[in-house]
């Protein structure tokens, strides 16, 4: 069985500041792990996502995620935040064994302020 | 390259009454989900098929909820009747489930209103 906790429902940061979202999961499979980013009125987008291979994942709008085993964790982070950037974030996970079901954590609002 | 279509996109219906949500997914995808996001919280899955066979429904309600893939491709989900609790984004989703992409790609919902 997978889960997924992400530390702090808001988070709110000044623009140009560092951001960390925080995301620690539980699975008793190898996971696989993704953020996605919810703007108002729309659907899920695919930020990152981590597999197999490096821990150090890399993916859109600067933003990046490091996969650390050893604290079952996957935090967010992206090095100066913008405007464009508040939005509702989401972690999930998958078990690599299994087929297809993503288990979401609940949602971090990002707040940038001017 | 179309992205997943839903429609529609907002729905008000009083309780009791019917209602059904259309998903067109990314062409070649094989794989269609559903899930319900309640306000302020994550998606979960409602049901999940490979092709036309529905593979995970075991978080359907199915005394109310049913849904359908003819020929693979588009999908509809239905609630008969909805209740008040219904009142949710309802989320269209599909993946390639070869390669190794493992990537899920989001339609922009059915926001729906039951009052």
């Known amino acids: 069985a997978q889960s997924v906790t992400q530390l702090g429902s808001h988070v709110s940061v000044s623009e140009g500041a560092l951001v960390l979202l925080r995301c620690n999961y539980s699975s008793s499979v190898p996971p696989y792990l993704f953020w996605y980013v919810q703007y108002p009125n729309q659907g899920l987008q695919l930020l990152l996502k981590?597999?197999?291979?490096?821990?150090l994942v890399k993916g859109i709008n600067g933003f990046e995620a490091e996969f650390k085993k050893s604290e079952t964790s996957f935090h967010l982070t992206k090095p100066s935040a913008h405007m464009s950037d508040a939005a509702e974030y989401f972690c999930?996970?998958?078990?690599?064994?299994?087929?297809?079901?993503?288990?979401f954590g609940q949602g971090t609002t990002l707040q940038v302020k001017p | 390259e179309a992205g997943v279509v839903q429609s529609p996109r907002y729905k008000i219906i009083e309780k009791k009454q019917p209602v059904a949500f259309w998903c067109n997914p990314i062409s070649g995808h094989n794989t269609l989900y559903w899930y319900l996001q309640n306000l302020g919280q994550g998606p979960e899955l409602l049901i999940r098929y490979e092709n036309e066979e529905a593979v995970d429904d075991s978080q359907l309600p199915k005394d109310r909820f049913s849904a359908e893939r003819l020929k693979g491709v588009d999908s509809t989900l239905k609630i008969q009747p909805a209740e008040l609790g219904d009142s949710a984004v309802y989320l269209c989703?599909?993946?390639?489930?070869?390669?190794?992409?493992?990537?899920?790609?989001f339609g922009p919902g059915t926001r729906l209103t039951v009052t």
């Open positions: 989703a599909s993946s390639r489930e070869t390669g190794g992409t493992y990537e899920q790609y």
């Open positions: 981590y597999t197999t291979g490096a821990t």
């Open positions: 999930a996970v998958r078990g690599s064994s299994n087929t297809g079901k993503l288990i």
